[in-house]
């Protein structure tokens, strides 16, 4: 069983450019969580999505990121203009369920921004 | 604010010692998640304690937790040089869905 992939490993955009970010969970999980780690921190939650549906974006900045997670095909964080603040390394988590479950988490994306 | 802190931010012992690291939350949880990570790579699920439970062990770790205190533990006993790596709490701060992170303790652990 496959755990959950994201892609691509490491993505360089220059400012103003978008990114495009992939993540496949675990096969049977359908909670897909992405979360934001920027050097020597901890990771920063920003949404919570079920297939076709945002529960939770309340980490999400205002402007410029948005998430889906369609019917089929991976969970996507799209990331307009970015600019260098938005460097970081980005993980994908998924569960079988919501809330108590145990959240696993992919290799995750870094993005550079120059 | 942090719902998860860690204590020590830093850690260096030992091959063979034990190696003892706390997180402290501030609201209630239903549950309170370890997690390691290696340097520049993904995070890997070590342990989930629930709320009503007090301690769980898993091979060479060993959580504790605390609801009263909000605290946890997190013990590696007899550790190893490919235990060094950042550890973190997370809780659920019973809101469904999302985890709150804290900053991590970085253990080193010497040959």
């Known amino acids: 069983n496959a755990g959950v992939m994201q892609n691509p490993r490491h993505l360089v955009r220059r400012r103003g450019q978008e990114a495009r970010l992939r993540c496949s969970p675990m096969k049977g999980h359908s909670h897909v969580y992405w979360y934001r780690q920027l050097p020597e921190e901890g990771l920063k939650f920003m949404v919570y999505l079920q297939k076709e549906n945002i529960i939770d974006e309340s980490g999400m900045p205002k402007e410029r990121f948005s998430a889906e997670f369609p019917k089929e095909g991976p969970s996507i964080l799209r990331i307009q203009q970015v600019v260098r603040g938005d460097s970081a390394a980005y993980f994908c988590?998924?569960?079988?369920?919501?809330?108590?479950?145990?959240?696993?988490f992919g290799p995750g994306t870094r993005l550079t921004v120059l | 604010s942090q719902q998860g802190e860690e204590d020590p931010q830093a850690l260096s012992i030992q091959e063979g010692e034990n190696a003892t690291m706390n997180c402290s939350y501030k609201?209630?949880?239903?549950?309170l998640q370890w997690y390691r990570q290696n340097s520049g790579r993904g995070l890997v699920h070590l342990i989930l304690?629930?709320?009503?439970?007090r301690e769980k062990h898993s091979g060479r770790l060993r959580v504790t937790l605390d609801t009263s205190k909000k605290s946890s533990s997190l013990l590696i006993t007899a550790s190893r040089a490919a235990d060094t790596a950042s550890y973190f709490c997370?809780?659920?701060?019973?809101?469904?869905?999302?985890?709150?992170f804290g900053q991590g303790t970085e253990l080193s652990v010497k040959p």
């Open positions: 304690i629930r709320s009503n439970e």
């Open positions: 988590a998924s569960s079988w369920a919501s809330g108590t479950d145990t959240q696993y």
């Open positions: 997370a809780t659920d701060g019973n809101q469904g869905g999302k985890l709150i």
């Open positions: 609201t209630s949880i239903n549950n």
